[in-house]
């Protein structure tokens, strides 16, 4: 084997390691009780496997053979509900992201006009900026118009985040694309109707995973999310998530809410993989 091939396996391996072995481990303990999880040395397989921290994690009874009736855990509303909320700020954001961020990118990438430069520049500003920088303006911005605790509120702060970044993404996507348009005119299209007929459906690609990284983030978004939303209805599953590490310990719990967390972004990325796969990202214009 060729040293650059052992290093490209090594690596791969390491990421492997890296990346299954916290989520075999929060499986083993999400099918484990609370004492088999306590014990020392830890086991590396649940002896007695149960899926009772699965079930009330989310609100139901469980009875186990012994007759014994485990009840919904104490954080199961808010883990229900971040659930849900979670999913309708991924969808809404991904579709106001990529609504806005389509025509968006195929002009910076495609279309010369004044102070393109500045504007790519505030774009990459936009992007720099960390999350937590902003928190504070829009809390108080929210606090006071009455959208702090509120599925608008954090759809609105979550969008400053994805359409820079995905914008920033698609743009040389889209710079790199064949040259059809004027083609195109020649053949009676407008340049709108280019742009629906032709431009979109040859980007696709980049659409589906600038949809899929929008999707990503949304669901993932945490600092905004822990304080303008959490404890309100309107909290997502990361902040429920994190409530577990301050109640009474429930480690089994713990697990199975983020088993549940990471089911819809596994199914998206299975879901839309061939896409990922076809993805090349070209260097933004300077």
Known sequence: M????????????????????????????????????????????????TISGLVTVIGFHYTKRSGAVMIPSGGARQVTMGLLNSLILGVATTIITMAVVVPLAYTFGRLEFKHKNTLLFAVLLSVALPPISVLIPFFILFTRIGLAGTRIGLIIVTLTVTIPFVTWMLLGFFRNLPRVEKLARIDGFTRFGAFIRIIVPMGKVGIVVGAIIAFLFAWNEYTFSLILVNGTKATTIPPAVSGFLYQHPEPE??????????????????????HISKMHIAEPME
Do not use: D
């Open 2 to 49: 060729k040293k650059s091939k052992l290093v490209t396996v090594i690596a791969l391996v390491v990421v492997l390691i890296w990346t299954l072995i916290p989520l075999y481990w929060f499986g083993k303990s999400a099918l484990q009780t609370k004492a088999e999880i306590s014990e020392f040395p830890p086991n590396f397989y649940p002896k007695r496997p």
């Open 253 to 274: 719990h713990l697990a199975a809410s983020i088993i549940y967390s990471l089911i819809p972004p596994f199914i998206v990325v299975y879901l839309l993989q061939k």
